[in-house]
C-alpha cells in the first residue's frame, strides 16, 4: 500500500498548506513566502478550531498580502500603541507625550492591550469606549480614541495592519467636564493685590489684564514687553512666542501685539526692575532676552510651577478652596469682565487671539452684556488704580 503522505503533493512556494498541530490542539494554516536574506524559512501562520475556520484566515491573509501588507498574527494593541509612542511623536513636546503615555497606560492599554489587531472589531471598540465615557469627559474620551486610531495607522505604515478599525466607530458623549470658572470683580481686586513685590503678582497681573495664554507667557522675553509709550506706539507686549512647538503660538491669528493697561505698566517696570537687580547683584549681564518669568536658575518656568504659586498667591488673596482654580481661569476672567464691562465679542475675539467669535462666546464669555469701548482702556476703568 503506498504511503498516503508521499501521494499527497507537496505544497509548492507560494501555495498554501493546513494541518493538524496536536500539541496546540487546533489547525494550522502556513502560507510559505520563501526565505529570509539570512536563508531562515519565512511563512505566515493562523489556527483554528476547524479546517474551515483556518481556510477562511488564510483567505484573508492572502487579501492581505496582495495589498502588501504582512500583518503579523500576534501584533497586538499594546504593541501598536508603544511602537507609536515611541516613533510616531518625534519632535512633540515631552508635556504632550507624557500626556498621551499617561492615557495610554490607563485607558487603552489596560482595556484593549492583548487584543491582536488583526483580529480587532469594531464591536469591541464601541463597548470600550462606552465602558470609558462612563469614567472620562468628551475631551479625554476623543484622545484615548485618538490614541488608538493613530497608533493603528502607524502600524498600517509599517505593514502590521490591514485596516484600522478605530476609524469605524464613533466616540460617544463622555462624563461632563469640569466647567471654566471666572473671577468676580471683587475676585479679581483681591488677586491683584495679593503678593505684590512678587514674579507670581506680575504674572496674575499680565494674564488678567492683557488675556495671554499660559504657554504664551511662560516664554516670554523681555525684547516682546515694550514699556515706555512711544509716539508710534502705546505700552505693549507682543505675543509671538508660546511653549508649543518650535515656540509657535496656536494659530496665525494668536500672533499679536496687545496694550497694556496703566497697572500691567507699573507693575511690570518694577518686576523688570526687580529683576535687573538681581542679575547685578549675582554678577550676571542683563539681556533682553531673558525670560520674564524665569526660574531662580534663569530656566523657562513649568506649568505646574506656576499652577503651584498661583494657588499660594490666591490663598494669600483670601480664597477658601484654592485648588479649584488654574492659572488659564485668569484669561477666561479676562474675557468675562471685559464683556461684562460692555466690550463687543468681536473686539474681545481679536484681543484673545481667537479665529472668530464662537469660542470665545461659548468657552471663555461667562457673564453677558452688550457693547460699547475697548481693551486696555476698558481694564483701566473696571480696575481703577490712580498710582
Not at 11 to 20: E, K
Amino acid at each position: 500500500m503506498a504511503d498516503e503522505s508521499r501521494s499527497r503533493p507537496r505544497a509548492g512556494h507560494g501555495d498554501d498548506s493546513i494541518y493538524w498541530d496536536k500539541s496546540k490542539n487546533r489547525y494550522i494554516g502556513a502560507i510559505s513566502l520563501g526565505y529570509t536574506p539570512s536563508g531562515k524559512r519565512n511563512r505566515l501562520k493562523v489556527s483554528g478550531k476547524t479546517k474551515a475556520d483556518v481556510r477562511h484566515k488564510l483567505r484573508e491573509l492572502r487579501k492581505e498580502l496582495e495589498q502588501g501588507v504582512k500583518a503579523p498574527a500576534t501584533y497586538t494593541v499594546t504593541q501598536a500603541v508603544n511602537d507609536w509612542l515611541a516613533q510616531g511623536l518625534k519632535g512633540r513636546e515631552v508635556s504632550s507625550v507624557e500626556t498621551y503615555r499617561i492615557l495610554a497606560d490607563k485607558h487603552v492599554i489596560p482595556c484593549l492591550g492583548k487584543a491582536k489587531l488583526r483580529t480587532l472589531e469594531a464591536d469591541e471598540l464601541d463597548e470600550w469606549l462606552e465602558d470609558r465615557s462612563k469614567v472620562l469627559a468628551t475631551q479625554s474620551l476623543q484622545m484615548v480614541h485618538s490614541i488608538l486610531r493613530r497608533s493603528i495607522s502607524h502600524a498600517q505604515r509599517r505593514g502590521r495592519a490591514f485596516r484600522n478599525v478605530a476609524e469605524l466607530v464613533e466616540v460617544p458623549e463622555g462624563r461632563p467636564g469640569r466647567p471654566s470658572k471666572s473671577l468676580s470683580l471683587d475676585q479679581g481686586d483681591a488677586v491683584l493685590r495679593a503678593k505684590e513685590g512678587t514674579w507670581i503678582h506680575a504674572y496674575v497681573v499680565l494674564s488678567l489684564l492683557v488675556g495671554v495664554r499660559p504657554e504664551e507667557a511662560r516664554p516670554l522675553t523681555w525684547t516682546h514687553v515694550h514699556l515706555v509709550a512711544s509716539d508710534r506706539a502705546k505700552p505693549h507686549v507682543d505675543v509671538w512666542r508660546s511653549v508649543r512647538r518650535h515656540g509657535e503660538t496656536k494659530t496665525r491669528k494668536s500672533r499679536r501685539s496687545l496694550a497694556m493697561p496703566r497697572q500691567a505698566v507699573l507693575v511690570m517696570t518694577a518686576h523688570k526692575a526687580r529683576e535687573q537687580a538681581e542679575c547685578r547683584t549675582a554678577g550676571i549681564e542683563w539681556t533682553d532676552e531673558r525670560l520674564v518669568f524665569p526660574t531662580e536658575t534663569g530656566e523657562r518656568r513649568s506649568a505646574l510651577n506656576v499652577r503651584r504659586n498661583f494657588r499660594s498667591l490666591l490663598k494669600e488673596a483670601g480664597f477658601q478652596n484654592p485648588k479649584e482654580w488654574t492659572s488659564r481661569e485668569l484669561r477666561t476672567s479676562f474675557v468675562s469682565l471685559l464683556s461684562d464691562h460692555g466690550i463687543p465679542i468681536e473686539v474681545i475675539a481679536r484681543l484673545v487671539g481667537h479665529h472668530g467669535t464662537d469660542t470665545t462666546e461659548k468657552v471663555y464669555r461667562k457673564q453677558l452684556r452688550p457693547i460699547i469701548s475697548e481693551g486696555a482702556e476698558a481694564m483701566d476703568e473696571i480696575f481703577r488704580n490712580d498710582g
